[in-house]
Nanobody
Framework: QVQLVETGGGSVQAGGSLTLSCAAS????????MAWFRQAPGKEREFVAG????????DLAETVKGRFTISRDNDKNMVYLQMNSLKPEDTAVYYC????????????????????WGQGTQVTVSS
């Protein structure tokens, strides 16, 4: 079992920054690929960023490249999403997810690959 708890959401003006944190617990965390997804009102949940098991491979959605950074600290079982230059269209509930079956160098983008999900944290960006 893996448990994920997201923190760090909030309200910010356009151009601002936020850092989301995901605290993970469970024996399989260090072997899991981790990702952030988001879901805006009336839209489907979408992939934002992912990091492989050892933190050396990352992948970002085109819409956030150059603005967001994902990282992980396996010693602390933490995953972070640094979000800069935020835009109103980044407003969404952000979810942390874990893929416990991920191959070492892979960062899945499909929701169906992920086995565990956090409860989500709201990010609101005002113009």
């Amino acid at each position: 079992q893996v448990q994920l708890v997201e923190t760090g959401g909030g309200s910010v003006q356009a151009g601002g920054s936020l850092t989301l944190s995901c605290a993970a617990s469970g024996r399989q965390v260090s072997r899991s690929a981790m990702a952030w997804f988001r879901q805006a009102p009336g839209k489907e949940r979408e992939f934002v960023a992912g990091v492989n098991r050892n933190g050396r491979v990352t992948d970002l959605a085109e819409t956030v490249k150059g603005r967001f950074t994902i990282s992980r600290d396996n010693d602390k079982n933490m995953v972070y999403l640094q979000m800069n230059s935020l835009k109103p269209e980044d407003t969404a509930v952000y979810y942390c997810a874990a893929d416990i079956n991920a191959i070492l160098l892979t960062v899945p983008k499909q929701q169906s690959s992920y086995d565990y999900w956090g409860q989500g944290t709201q990010v609101t960006v005002s113009s």
